[in-house]
């Protein structure tokens, strides 16, 4: 055994760990009848540790399907919001309630609500990447693997209103051919990358395919051999006959790249300075110390409004009902 302090609410004090956390969580999951549920972006460790990994997509069909008593969801805040917003009567655990996210952020309600008023007779089709008031507000939400598909089944003559990422709401509109009004929000990992330097990598590996996430920005867009949500590069680097590839997301998704392709080579698309702002800090915030003693002490929950839960519960499930 050994202690650790930990900067954490709802974790007040020195904690002893286990020499095995793997076993011990595995111990907790049997007691609680709990579920880990972690995104791509985690670290390596917690996605290993984890029942199902996937992106914004697969992890809400994932707490909307579990008969688990307790959801852990080793991710950003408002992913837990949205396991609870579709499991109300489960103990919903997040291991750092700071690790929230740049994009949800960019998006405050109360602008957000005057925003939506000067545009009035708009749909309002919101990136999963939001605050549960932004949900409440929003009449379907979509994420980067279904947003495409759902604009399309909106009537022609129908506006829309897309929020809160930019630079996805601009790649729904080139693909979808609809003028769509923009919240100017982003995400602080995917404005990161640089263009200079994902030409300099190209030249490096003249055979290297660039796959990109549709939060990048434009120019680095323009590069991309492929341009798809999280699970979409993962499952386009297994299919692809290339054995490199320059990946311009949050390089958390390369643990799984590499574990499906051991002999492909997968390199992180740098940002522009000197520096780790191409990892997310705030899904590095959990760690496997934290998930273990959020399961052991059931806490930091995550808990809403039940007025603010249902009203955010009704564009969720246009989501899942349209993305069949």
């Not at 007691?31 to 992890?59: C, F, M, R, T």
């Not at 309002?124 to 759902?150: G, H, L, Q, R």
């Not at 290339?242 to 390199?267: D, Y």
Request: aromatic letters at 6%.
């Amino acid at each position: 055994m050994f202690t650790n302090t930990l900067p954490q609410r709802g974790i007040t004090q020195t904690e002893a760990l286990p020499y095995d956390l793997f076993e011990a969580i595995k111990a907790l999951k049997e007691k609680l009848n709990a579920v880990i549920i972690a995104h791509y972006y985690q670290d390596p460790d917690i996605q290993d540790v984890a029942d199902y990994i996937g992106d914004s997509l697969e992890l809400s069909r994932r707490a909307a399907s579990t008969d688990a008593d307790v959801i852990v969801f080793a991710g950003v805040h408002f992913m837990a919001e949205t396991a609870k917003i579709l499991n109300p009567d489960k103990l919903v655990l997040l291991p750092d309630l700071d690790a929230g996210c740049s994009l949800a952020d960019s998006c405050p309600p109360d602008a957000f609500a005057k925003f939506k008023a000067a545009h009035p007779g708009h749909l309002v089709v919101s990136y999963i990447n939001c605050s549960a008031e932004i949900k409440a507000m929003s009449d379907i939400i979509c994420t980067s693997s279904n947003a495409v598909k759902i604009v399309n089944q909106i009537p022609e003559n129908q506006p829309i209103i897309f929020a809160p990422d930019r630079n996805l709401g601009r790649y729904v509109m080139e693909q979808t051919g609809r003028d769509l009004v923009l919240w100017q929000g982003s995400c602080i990992v995917h404005e990161t990358f640089s263009e200079k330097k994902i030409i300099q990598l190209k030249i490096q590996h003249p055979n290297a395919e660039v796959i990109a996430h549709p939060e990048c920005e434009p120019p680095v867009l323009r590069h991309a051999n492929y341009i798809g949500s999280t699970s979409a590069l993962l499952n386009y680097s297994q299919a692809s006959d290339s054995r490199e590839f320059i990946v311009a997301t949050e390089p958390g998704i390369i643990h799984q790249m590499q574990k499906r392709e051991p002999n492909k080579k997968f390199i992180p698309a740098p940002p522009m300075n000197n520096c780790a702002c191409n990892e997310c800090p705030f899904m590095r915030l959990n760690t496997l110390e934290k998930l273990y003693l959020a399961m052991k002490n059931q806490t930091p929950e995550v808990t809403l409004p039940e007025e603010m839960r249902v009203a955010a519960l009704r564009p969720m499930q246009r989501m899942l009902e349209m993305s069949i």
